[in-house]
């Protein structure tokens, strides 16, 4: 047994392995734990473990990766529906300013108890106050990969200078087993050349990428051109600020130039549909061309202020819908490429490309367990459950979920808190919040 009670090997026996490994293989086998990685997967007997699990009425896949948000945000969850970007911004900042770390961490679990809850297993977040986030994360026992988010000294709501207080995030919770501290540029109108290359020196000195909005929306592309000559991405280019791996938000208003451009500087992209299309950014995200380009697109569900959900399923959904319909081609992301997108790309996207978003030996035991026998699951055969995990799964058919081997969802209830203490906490907040909203 490991120090917190839990069995050190795990056998799962006989349930539908959705693999996501190099060939994508799906059949019905076994599956084994040790020490919080994958130690067998296969259509063979595993050896015993300390725990057996009799799993032929579960579907097991991957946890899926979040590539954008801003967990925090949860309880802002319809305070500014139906408005664009800008006005949607202006009311969110207002409130922003108001907010406590006790707020934040109130919000941050209920987010992650959302996203935990509909199969997520790590987040890549951007958002100030990160701290309290990495505590939410602590206590509920899912992956962060937290963006401090970095402005214009005179433009922000933090205390102290943005950047210097995301050099002190970072070196608070390097080396920290779940929590990954990284820097975020929150995006061109908000950041001048000086904060960019500040932000990306950082990055590189502390050896962490890089998260931002880029292209969300044509205003923000069209004032940036019309102040500096240039497009974003051209812009942050010649700043030397899109370093291999930045994982940017959005890229919704991209020229194929663009689109080319980042390919070759390794960039990676986070697709937001559903906040995207709420907000009226207008454009489509250009996925295919992305992926053509050789940039790896990952999903994101953003906040709930601006979704308003934090399912990937959801997501996966979404996204696979929207391409189909722009590009009047039923064949463009198909179920298969959604999964990945949702797992293997998002793992690639922060920098856990051969650790997370696959079942495989050595791989992070990160995993959920679905209801075979859910309503839309069925029929839960080997050649349609990715279809059905893309395209019609419930949250409600989630049924247990496994981070680094260690069990923080059984039953659909959450192991690290109580739900109804994480419901006061957030309903305390939201009181306030909507009271002075």
Not at 16 to 39: A, H, M
Not at 334 to 353: C, I, K, S, Y
Request: charged residues 25%; aromatic residues 6%.
């Amino acid at each position: 047994m490991t120090e917190t009670g839990a069995p050190r090997s795990i056998r799962f026996q006989n349930a539908l392995l959705v693999t996501q490994d190099r060939e994508r293989r799906v059949f019905e086998g076994d599956l084994r734990i040790e020490d919080g990685r994958i130690s067998h997967v296969g259509p063979e007997p595993a050896p015993p473990a300390e725990r057996t699990v009799a799993a032929g009425r579960f579907v097991i896949a991957p946890g899926f990766v979040n590539t954008h948000g801003h967990v925090a945000m949860s309880p802002l969850r319809g305070i500014a529906d139906d408005r664009d970007l800008g006005a949607f911004l202006e009311k969110l900042f207002r409130l922003d300013a108001r907010r406590t770390e006790e707020d934040l961490e109130a919000g941050a679990l209920l987010g992650i108890a959302e996203m935990l809850l509909s199969g997520t297993t790590s987040f890549l977040d951007l958002y100030y106050g990160q701290d309290a986030v990495a505590r939410a994360v602590e206590r509920l026992g899912i992956r962060g990969f937290l963006g401090w988010a970095v402005l214009d000294p005179e433009l922000t709501t933090q205390k102290g200078r943005p950047l210097d207080n995301a050099r002190a995030f970072l070196g608070r919770w390097r080396g920290h087993p779940r929590v990954t501290p990284l820097v975020a540029p929150q995006g061109v109108y908000v950041c001048n050349a000086e904060t960019w290359i500040g932000a990306t020196a950082l990055a590189r000195e502390t050896g962490s990428f890089v998260h931002c909005h880029l292209s969300e929306t044509r205003r923000e592309v069209h004032e940036h051109e019309a102040k500096y000559g240039l497009r974003p991405v051209a812009w942050l280019d010649g700043l030397g600020a899109l370093p291999a791996g930045l994982v940017a938000a959005h890229g919704v208003w991209l020229t194929a130039a663009e689109v080319r451009l980042l390919g070759e500087r390794k960039v990676g992209v986070a697709h937001c549909p559903s906040s995207n299309m709420k907000l009226a950014s207008g454009g489509v995200c250009p996925v295919p061309e992305l992926r053509a380009a050789g940039v790896t697109v990952g999903l994101g569900t953003d906040s709930a202020a601006s979704n308003n959900s934090l399912s990937m399923l959801r997501e996966m959904h979404l996204a696979g819908l929207l391409q189909k319909h722009h590009r009047w081609d039923a064949a463009v992301l198909p179920a298969q490429e959604l999964l990945d997108m949702a797992t293997r790309n998002g793992a690639a996207l922060v920098g856990r490309a051969d650790d997370l978003g696959a079942l495989e030996v050595g791989r992070q035991a990160d995993l959920v367990l679905y209801r075979r026998d859910h309503p839309t699951l069925l029929p839960a055969r080997p050649e349609a459950i990715v279809s059905h995990l893309a395209y019609a799964a419930s949250e409600e058919a989630v049924d247990s979920v496994y981070v680094g081997g260690r069990e923080v969802v059984r039953g659909r209830e959450l192991l690290g808190r109580p739900w109804p203490e994480i419901q006061r906490a957030a309903e305390a907040v939201t009181d306030r919040l909507w009271a002075e909203g």
